[in-house]
């Protein structure tokens, strides 16, 4: 079995190929820059755009797995952002599976993101059966590749999962979550105490365990699934359990919500107050009864790992 993955020196990207690797699978291994990862093929290209050329690279694949995304556009101008986010992860998605279709790949299974379903809950945890309602321009980016995806999947057979993960954690975890574990590994004092929420994580073992499930399972076949960890955490919860992986005094003190929220909305950080402050719960129903798939290991065992 032969394996293209995009994104291969990224953080969940980079997680799969090593573990690929050990279970003795042919990889080809999609870097902009950079070493091999074991006995990956590297291939590079300088951007996943609507013109990338994927021919070579996808010869003998069986199955693409599509990390690779913009995450990020540091541009005021809204409109200009959303092309941006659109030139890579929904026309650059879009090129690449109609590429793997035609050259006979069996499955492509991609990255998605929990923000294409919203960005909070309100005591009714988000589901596959939810009306998409992306809350920014990266979620909105990702919905149309998704729609795009399921019409090739139509059109050619090739068959398509996708995975909607809410913030993934784990050894070199990026954004925002490596920033908190910083905070809370320096004893600096934390604005959230007194936070009753709810937020549904997913360890980065939990998610690689997914991937390669579903790179075989006959029902993950064309569906689409929400992915999260068994138990959801509050924020004060959480940085609790980062505390105790790193063996870390934390201090946490109260703080009044609303003047977070504007101080917040000041620093241009909504998204990060709404990560903190707000709940975002995911039903794992489907992925458990059509595949059988449990989380492998426990928010505990995934933060242990990362301080090793």
């Not at 690449?96 to 069996?106: F, H, I, R, Y």
């Amino acid at each position: 079995m032969k394996v293209l993955v995009t994104g291969a020196n990224g953080f969940v990207g980079n997680a799969l190929v090593r573990f690929l690797h050990q279970a003795d699978c042919d990889v080809n291994a999609v870097i902009r820059q950079g070493n091999l990862i074991g006995k990956a093929n590297a291939v590079f290209t300088k951007d996943i755009r609507k013109d990338t050329e994927w021919s070579d690279a996808l010869n003998g694949v069986s199955i693409v797995v599509h990390t690779a995304a913009r995450a990020h556009v540091i541009d005021d101008n809204v409109r200009e952002s959303l092309q941006a986010f659109r030139e890579v992860n929904t026309l650059g998605t879009l090129n690449l599976a109609e590429q793997a279709a035609k050259k006979g790949v069996k499955r492509f299974i991609f990255i998605s993101t929990i923000g294409v379903n919203g960005a909070v809950t309100y005591g009714q945890s988000f589901s596959e059966e939810d009306v998409p309602q992306p809350h920014n321009d990266y979620a909105v980016s990702k919905w149309e590749a998704e729609q795009g995806l399921m019409r090739i999947a139509a059109e050619t057979g090739m068959a398509v999962t996708i995975i909607r993960p809410p913030l993934i954690y784990g050894p070199g975890a990026p954004g925002n979550f490596r920033t908190l574990a910083k905070w809370v590994r320096k004893g600096v004092p934390l604005p959230f105490a007194r936070i009753n929420n709810s937020r549904s994580f997913l360890a980065l073992d939990n998610l690689i365990d997914f991937i390669v499930l579903s790179m075989t399972h006959p029902k993950a076949i064309n569906e689409t699934f929400l992915l999260a960890d068994s138990r959801d955490v509050s924020t004060s919860e959480l940085i609790t359990s980062i505390a105790d992986a790193y063996h870390a005094t934390y201090r946490l003190f109260y703080f009044p919500r609303k003047a977070v929220y504007y101080l917040a909305k000041l620093a241009r950080r909504e998204q990060m107050y709404k990560q903190l402050w707000g709940s975002l719960e995911i039903d794992l129903t489907k992925a458990r009864t059509l595949l059988g798939w449990q989380p492998l290991v426990t928010m505990d065992e995934q933060l242990n790992k990362m301080v090793k």
